[in-house]
């Protein structure tokens, strides 16, 4: 036995434990196989892949199997653009499903310019972390306190802080995913239809015109938009002026013209609002003084 | 445990921290009687659990000691009127040092009320049964004093298939500046021996201890003087060091037990107390009366007349602060102590139950934490501080990236009961249990959402 032959031994012992052990890759790769549709990865492909949840599925591919399975319509996708939403309706052979637009609306105007800060808040900059801590400072315990967490865990860069610490949501680029509303310590943010154009941007629970010392655009629940507005379309509840939205139909400016603090206000389709004539203009531009 | 305390008689705890005492300021100082404010604030949730419900309507006139409101469940329980005047409003909305406002009762003091309790009877505690004598520590309004006001009479039952059989009894008082359960051990000993005694009848325990740290030799020595004969009662000294009084280190102090993850001491056949509960559980039993003042020590630097107070229950903040005097700059308040307390950023608060202290501090004091955060250089000084052994550091750094179900899954997140340790050996100032409080926070809210 000279050391040739114990190379040899050595490379075919390799070589056969080699070709048993890819024997039983193959054998598994048969036995074991997943069937899985090829349809989904097909859909996948159509999906903007953002894996946002705003469905309410985890990631897009459960979503496409969602589709197949039935259990969602393809306007369920919000991220998608319409045409890719069609392409999938169209491909599947179902129907698209009705697409209403929604988009993220934050129930606060209190930005620093009108809302008192009781007393300043330093430590990590989170809204979440502020909180914690007696609430964050904010005159208004339920008022945005304007860190900007919301803006962080947008994935689309629909949300920007304003100069005055006022989270602004473009209707255009949000879809809805929800991840503001959830990580929002006060819980400002609510999904709404595009098509709500009336809306109360105040959470203050106080009753009367106490809180109007701590934010100027406060709802003080004195009831002008309910009257002004038709039968059922806004009713009082909690001390805060409620827009059943069921009737939104019936909505108009008119709701607005007379509320004394600007909280209710009618959204114009260009991402502006506009509050009533009746309202105080703010035309202070700098913060109030803290305290 | 360093091979040190290992060989070392004193009974302590494995890592932990040893703050600045500033202890010095009051505890000398005997608890003292604070004036009724003109107008009392109290909130209907004061205790964890279910908030109370109001039993009284406006224009009311109501004694000092007259219950107010009647627990609004197993676990909550009833309040009492402070002072003797007429009520104003019973749901008025009140700032709170956590933040959201609360309903809140609002009784105007009548001027020319004395402190006299006036709704009181006497009552034969040695007569009652176990279950009698929960009933009567539900009906005092009795919560836990120490902070976390958890009702008393919920950890006199523990659960079905365990028995307590050790009474531990917290007099360590490990936080900074507070000493109002020092000036108790002083000053009510007779009254802290009679509540345990109670305590120890409801729930069947067969001994009691109380720990007391050894900076507090004057107490340790009042308490030894007055235990009972019958040896039941035992008091030992053990470690200063923070966070000693925390349930689950106290416990392993003096009983080397470990309270086992996600579990209550009761599961060991433990239940733990506070001093102040227990003195307050003394007094108010024999006299069938509510709990409507408690000890409080108001300290820090930017307060004129530091000392320790006892304060009825719903004085507003700023009527105390009033009181003792402020400097004018004092930049932070906090209710309770300075390591687990709550900033308050309202002075509309009122002293509710769970309050323990309120430290005033000025700016220069406030300021030595620098605000400037620098990444964590994996220095391990919050493992060693971590009184429970967590890994604060990875707990830390999953916080950063929000990986908030990993930390509970795979880091223990929930065992953590945010004694601020490892955010205060951190060189990097990184606001550990900040993170760890808000983590908490939203797990809560998903679990919430998935419900």
Known sequence: MGELTSNLIAIAFMAGLGLILAGILVLANKRLYVHEDPRIDDIE????????????SPGCRPFAEGLINGTFEPSRCTVNTEESVRIIADYLGVDAGETNKKVARLACAGGKHVALIRASYSGLNSCRGAALVSGGGKGCAWGCLGMGDCAVVCDFNAITIDKHGLPIVDEGKCTACGNCVDVCPKDLFKLHSIEHRLFVACKNLEKGDEPKTECELVCTACERCVVDSPEGLITLGNHLAVINYDKNSLASPIAVEHCPTGAIVWLDNRGGYRTG?????????KPLPIG | MTLLERFSTRKTFGHGIHPIAHKEATAELAIRRLPFAKQMIVPLAQHLGA????????????????PIAEPGGFVSVPMHSPVTGVVKSIDTLVATASGPKTPAMIIDTYTASDQKVLFECTADIRQLSPAELVRAVQASGMVGLGGAAFPSHVKLLPPEGVSIDTVIINGCECEPYLTCDHRIMLEYTDKLILGI??????????RAIIGVEDNKPDAFAMIQSKLPKDGSISCELVETKYPQGAEKMLINSLLNKEVPSGGLPAEIGVAVYNVGTMAQLGDLLPQSRGLIERVVTVSGYGVNKPGNYLVPIGTPLRFVLEQVGLKDDFSKIIMGGPMMGMTTASLDVAITKGVSGIVVLEAPEAKSETPQVFPCIKCGACLSACPLYLNPSMLGQLAMVRDYQKMESAYHLNDCFECGCCSYVCPSN????????????INRKIKVKQL
Not at chain 2, 51 to 66: F, M, N, W
Not at chain 2, 197 to 206: L, P, S
Not at chain 2, 430 to 441: D, G, H, N, S, V
């Open chain 2, 197 to 206: 005694q109670m305590v120890m009848e409801a729930v069947t325990a067969k």
């Open chain 2, 430 to 441: 990184i606001p550990l249990t900040q993170y760890f409080r808000i983590a908490k926070a």
């Open chain 1, 277 to 285: 004539k009746a309202c105080k203009p703010t035309i202070r531009k």
């Open chain 2, 51 to 66: 908030p109370a419900k109001a039993i009284v309507s406006v224009g009311q006139e109501v004694v000092r000691g007259e």
């Open chain 1, 45 to 56: 492909e159509l999906l903007p892949a953002a894996n946002c949840g705003a469905c309410g």
